[in-house]
């Protein structure tokens, strides 16, 4: 069974910084491009970034373009979002998603989401 | 890039169907066969529903169909049941640099 588990969460003040984690288990990690998705609290999902199976590729909403970095280990089977300089907007849930094994997005398997609260 | 556009709310009784939509461009729902449609219920993440435009996750019930026409792809739900209520986001890859597309989501309300 495919499993994905955020953690890292929590509240921050204005221009902190957190890093969020994801660890997946029930697939070979290693052979899937995965996702960070957003959702702020009553909004709609947001993309935010990508990255290939190899973790060689790396993309990013503009939205956080220069702030977040995306990464992974594929030796632990974990996925990561380092956050910079934190806004208020970047207050939302934040997913840890996999895409298709064709991997083209949109994500197939979700997790169940970590809050980050951006607040002073 | 802009979201992709979905009808904020939607309603039907049990037994009816309902249709909700979701508008793109040719640089995403026109131009690629990789649409997604997933059901949110309340606190809970985003559960795969149909992907590629018409195909169904082992499991999803076959009440559930999706479609597309030009730039617009099509959720169907026929046979409405109470727990079919919940929220309900499209999604797209695009070929700009954003890789992936997500509408501002659609409430189905089952009356």
């Known amino acids: 069974e495919v499993q994905l588990v955020e953690s890292g969460g929590g509240l921050v003040k204005p221009g902190g910084s957190l890093r969020l984690s994801c660890a997946a288990s029930?697939?070979?990690?290693?052979?899937?491009?995965m996702n960070w998705v957003r959702q702020a609290p009553g909004k709609g999902l947001e993309w935010v970034s990508s990255i290939s199976s190899s973790g060689t590729y790396t993309y990013y909403a503009d939205s956080v373009k220069g702030r977040f970095t995306v990464s992974r280990d594929n030796a632990k089977n974990s996925l990561y979002l380092q956050m910079n300089s934190l806004r208020d907007e970047d207050t939302a849930v934040y997913y840890c998603?996999?895409?298709?094994?064709?991997?083209?997005?949109?994500?197939?398997?979700w997790g169940q989401g970590t809050l980050v609260t951006v607040s002073s | 890039q802009s979201a992709l556009t979905q009808p904020a709310s939607v309603s039907g009784s049990p037994g009816q169907s309902i249709t909700i939509s979701c508008t793109g461009t040719s640089s995403d729902v026109g131009g690629y066969n990789y649409v997604s449609w997933y059901q949110q219920l309340p606190g809970k993440a985003p559960k795969l529903m149909i992907y590629d435009v018409s195909n169904r996750p082992s499991g999803v019930s076959n009440r559930f169909s999706g479609s597309k026409s030009g730039n617009t792809a099509s959720l169907t739900i026929s046979g409405l049941q109470p727990e079919d209520e919940a929220d309900y986001h499209c999604?797209?890859?695009?070929?700009?640099?954003?890789?992936?597309?997500f509408g501002g989501g659609t409430k189905l309300t089952v009356l």
């Open positions: 999604s797209s890859y695009t070929s700009s640099g954003t890789l992936v597309l």
């Open positions: 998603a996999r895409d298709p094994s064709r991997s083209i997005p949109p994500p197939d398997y």
């Open positions: 029930g697939f070979t990690f290693r052979t899937y491009s």
